[in-house]
């Protein structure tokens, strides 16, 4: 645990202070542009919420790019599954009309089986066909792309619209807004905590991790390889289309729009990879992401740095956690070893000559 | 003293944490001779040596190399000054040639970064001839022996021109016949001048070998001494502290019920190469079989139908009285425990923690592990588990959530047996279970063999190690060509008839050439 997060931390402050030396060299006041990255995204009760917002769907793809990736399933068919759970979503948020109490529960259930579904295909065809699941689930994006655009610019169009996008679905289905603070959140903390338990407690997740770091050892130790895997493809779809499904839940729009899975899953993927798989690092490094992404907007306005800006602190913190992950532990390790050295010298000072080699 | 050839003084390896690897070890190596290192597993044996060839940093002590100071931050250093080193795993390239995979890292480069095989080709050519190595270099490495292999990582390093060869445990993975061949190639390379520094747990081999012996212990080395009138008995004690027994002490053989039975069993590989054919036989509850044979002759494919691993194509698996031939590995794993042969890629996951490496199979069939609820794993109760593990097999570890990779070889081999034991089933398949182990831990694992074996288990052995499979088999069945062609008595056979068998000289039950003539 200790040994991830450390790491983790030094990766964000190295960043950090990368992107504080590159503000300055562009010209602009970096510690203010820095106070106002943090104020428009944590200080306040509105930032805070919005950063929570933002987070949602990160914590979900990210989560989803985890199991995937941890158990040896390239899963790279986030976008087309939080496509298809958002539509899920939206076409029985508009066709079915009951109270919010089966309404929510059942909205959430047709994201997660969507999504599920979406990755099955690939998983099916892989079982099937042996087709590597790496570009099925690629080429599963165009179609959940195009399909979806084609719902919403014919037969799901909102026609008192004029962009492509479909009606609002009935307010049953709607996540309640506390006061500012998006209940879809809680959603995502719960989806959070159920994935973690099992990626890390339970007999399946034990075969996924053993599966991802080595096949050939979970299979001679009698796990079902083509079962573990299944199961780790649609539950790694069933997160993406999760994230999907809670757009079209949470927030104030609740419609299916063009464009609504903008980065949230490649940011998703990229979070996994940073965080090595492991799930306490994916949700850290969500919350991380979405406080510079939210944050980058208030820095725009307050000192006029390019809220682009939010990519490179991003890229900065992928490229350096990831390069350094192995050399900031072997670091960290030999000032441990260094120390003991120290320790080990003072005993032998102390016991005088108390060498042991003779030769024979 | 003033002009050593390697000199190592006051050694110390801390490996991070906290794991005191080598503590303050000098050892002094001759110009032209074949100096032995022996100790029990995790003794700091490999270690030295990295740390003497550039692939581990010290953290204390200097080397002296030819009377000047050396210190590699590479093995290519290393290599450059002379020294090679031959890994107890090998580094080769599968699908290149034995010729390829020479030159890999030191390509004759033309004008504009072409590759002249001109010059190059007819060197490795001359080398092979000289040191009479009897290779084809235009072979791929996939499709030749691991005796091969290792003589194409020797070629490597007289290709590149080394005067001192360590070599860690080459012998582990041989027949004894290409482990002999080794021998003879190692005299006559240090008959030209060559320095040969010899890593092994075999003790025999040591002293047939070696022209002065080092013995190490926790880090630490123990004597240095001359190879002359010394004995094998005396040498064990030395390493381990304490009296070793070679051959170990068993009762005959009390026989029960049959827990193992393979009939008929066919497997034809996906190139149509017939690698089982017609393999019958069984194991008794209280008996231990132990199959021989040249590896390559079907006790891989045999071991992998046992498993569940592969399917035969006809012919049919037993296990404690049930017919498994249809079921999957976890069925089967519920009736017997498997020690697999290579611990590195089968027996174990690397880079998972030593405590979620003790616990596979055990996930599914032990509820000791179980948490409440009987999806999860306790994660309290697994590493109580692991504890004991560690502490019934002596395994010895830094601590339960290091990664696996960070134990010394044939620690990891008893956490692997250990796993397997504490399945606790009727039927245990061994293949080179002992393999890497130092004396003290294979005369552990042997008595544990035969404890379950008196307590009325059926053990199956798959060996190359001849002698283990005398001294603890009470049948032997020897495997040549997909077949088993004897099944012989320990008390009432040789190790020369055996190897007839082997080699396919003698043929007990038919004639295997006429009958592939006829299936032609
Ligand atoms: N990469 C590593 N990280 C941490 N500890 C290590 C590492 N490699 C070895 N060790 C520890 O250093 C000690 C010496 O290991 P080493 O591999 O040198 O033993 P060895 O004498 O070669 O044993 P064996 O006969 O089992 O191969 C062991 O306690 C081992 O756990
Ligand atoms: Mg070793």
Redesign the pocket.
């Known amino acids: 645990m200790k040994k991830q997060v450390l790491p983790a931390l030094i990766g964000i402050v190295v960043a950090l202070l990368a992107g504080l030396l590159i503000l300055w060299a562009q010209g602009y006041p970096p510690l203010e542009s820095y106070a106002a990255l943090f104020s428009y995204s944590l200080f306040s009760k509105f930032a805070f919420f919005s950063t929570l917002d933002k987070a949602t769907p990160l914590i979900l793809t990210g989560l989803s790019a985890a199991v995937g990736f941890g158990s040896n399933c390239v899963n790279l068919g986030q976008p087309g599954q939080f496509l298809i759970g958002a539509m899920a979503v939206t076409a029985f948020g508009i066709a079915v009309d009951l109270p919010a109490g089966l309404m929510i529960p059942l909205s959430i259930l047709v994201a997660l089986v969507a999504g599920a579904c979406w990755s099955g295909i690939a998983a099916g065809l892989r079982r099937r066909f042996k087709m590597d699941e790496f570009i099925t689930t690629l080429m599963l994006n165009f179609i959940a792309d195009y399909f979806t655009l084609y719902l919403i610019s014919g037969p799901m169009l909102d026609k008192r619209m004029y962009s492509p996008l479909t009606p609002m679905t009935n307010p049953g289905a709607w996540l309640p807004i506390w006061n500012g603070f998006g209940s879809a959140f809680l959603v995502a903390v719960a989806a959070f905590a159920v994935v973690s338990v099992l990626w890390n407690r339970s007999k399946i997740g034990y075969e996924w991790r053993a599966m991802g770091q080595n096949p050939i050892f979970s299979r001679t130790g009698g796990c079902r390889n083509d079962a573990a895997y299944v199961w780790a493809m649609l539950l790694s779809g069933a997160l993406a289309g999760l994230a999907g499904g809670l757009m079209i839940m949470g927030g104030m729009q609740h419609r299916f729009v063009k464009g609504i899975g903008a980065n949230y899953a490649w940011d998703g993927v990229m979070i996994a990879i940073v965080a090595n798989n492991n799930m306490i690092a994916t949700g850290l490094y969500a919350l991380f992401f979405s406080v510079i992404q939210t944050g980058s907007m208030g820095m725009e306005l307050e000192t006029s740095v390019p809220s682009e800006f939010s990519l490179v602190l991003q890229a900065i913190v992928v490229l350096f956690v990831v390069a350094s992950r192995e050399s900031t532990r072997v670091l960290i390790n030999n000032i441990t070893a260094e120390l003991r050295m120290r320790r080990a010298r003072g005993r032998d000072k102390g016991m005088g000559d108390g060498r042991h080699a003779s030769n024979g | 003293m003033q002009d050593q050839f390697i000199k190592m003084d006051s050694i110390t390896k801390i ?2 944490p906290d ?1 005191l ?1 080598l503590d303050k070890v000098d050892l002094e190596i001759q110009e032209g001779e074949i100096h032995s290192i022996i ?10 040596m990295k740390v003497f060839y550039g692939m581990a940093p010290p953290s204390g002590g200097e080397i002296h190399f030819r009377g000047r100071k050396a210190k590699f931050a590479t093995p290519r250093e290393a290599v450059a000054s002379g020294i090679g080193m031959v890994h107890q795993e090998f580094m080769l390239i599968p699908s290149y040639t034995v010729y390829e995979n020479v030159i890999l890292g030191a390509e004759p480069a033309g004008r504009f970064g072409t590759l002249r095989h001109a010059d190059t080709k007819p060197k490795v050519e001359e080398l092979v001839d000289t040191y009479g190595l009897n290779i084809d270099i235009n072979s791929r490495i996939g499709d030749i022996s691991v005796g091969a292999q290792q003589k194409v990582e020797i070629l490597k390093l007289l290709y590149r021109d080394v005067d001192v060869l360590i070599m860690d ?1 080459p012998t582990a993975a041989l027949t004894p016949q290409e482990a002999g061949e080794l021998f003879a190639r190692l005299r006559g390379l240090n008959k030209v001048g060559k320095t040969i520094i010899f ?1 092994s ?1 075999k003790l025999d081999e040591v002293l047939e070998l070696s022209d002065r012996i080092t013995v ?1 212990r926790k ?1 630490r080395r123990v004597v240095t001494v001359d190879n002359r009138g010394l004995d094998k008995a005396e040498l064990a004690r030395a390493m381990v502290g304490r009296d070793v027994v070679f051959s170990i002490e068993k009762a005959p053989a009390s026989l029960g019920e049959i827990v193992f039975e393979a009939r008929g069993l066919r497997y034809v590989d996906e190139n149509g190469v017939i690698r089982l054919e017609g393999v019958s036989f069984d194991v008794r509850r209280g008996e231990i079989v132990g199959i021989a044979g040249v590896e390559g002759n079907g006790q891989y494919e045999l071991v992998q139908l046992v498993t569940g691993l592969l399917s035969a194509q006809s012919g049919r698996v037993f296990i404690g009285g049930h017919d498994v031939t249809g079921e999957d590995v976890m069925a089967r794993r519920k009736l017997m425990c498997y020690v697999p042969q290579d611990r590195k890629v089968s027996g174990s996951a690397q880079n998972m923690s030593l405590v979620d490496n003790a616990i596979m199979t055990h996930h599914r069939l032990n509820p000791e592990i179980e948490d409440r609820c009987e999806a999860l794993l306790s994660s309290g109760r697994c590493r109580a588990f692991t504890s004991r593990l560690v502490e019934d097999f002596g395994v ?3 601590e339960l959530d ?1 990664p696996i ?7 990891q081999q008893k956490v692997v047996v250990g796993r397997e034991f504490m399945l606790d089933t009727d039927f245990i398949l061994l293949d080179q279970p002992t393999r ?1 182990l ?1 004396v003290g831990s294979i005369e552990y694992v042997q008595e544990e063999v035969v404890r379950r074996r008196d307590a009325g288990a059926g053990c199956l052995l798959i060996s190359a190690d001849l002698d283990e499979l005398f001294s603890l088999s009470d049948r032997i069945l020897v495997m040549s060509r997909g077949r088993v062609v004897a099944e012989l008595r320990p008390e009432a056979t040789t190790r020369e008839e055996i190897g007839e068998y082997m080699l396919g000289a003698k043929d007990a039950q038919e004639d295997w050439r006429a009958r592939e003539e006829v299936g032609k």
């Open positions: 490996y991070p794991t690897a100790g029990e597993n995790g003794a700091g044996k490999s270690t030295l445990e890593i747990h190490m880090g010895l570890v830094p290091a990779s960070s134990l010394s070889g044939g620690n890497g130092d």
